[in-house]
């Protein structure tokens, strides 16, 4: 199963965010880094995952 996913806050909780989702999810594409239209020094980033397989 393969999903698309959004990630939207700082620089630093993206960061986050990816180092948590790689622990559960191979991430096999991902986008730049996009600035969020409402929000100062927000970005926004595109993922498409798939879980790992359990051991």
Not at 1 to 6: F, L
Not at 9 to 31: C, D, K, N, Y
């Amino acid at each position: 199963m393969t999903m698309r996913v959004r990630l939207e806050g700082s620089r630093a909780e993206l960061t986050l965010g990816m180092i948590h989702l790689r622990q559960h999810f191979t991430v096999s594409s991902m986008s730049r880094a996009f600035p969020a239209r409402n929000r100062a020094r927000h970005y926004r980033i595109y993922l498409t995952i798939t879980p790992r397989e359990s051991s």
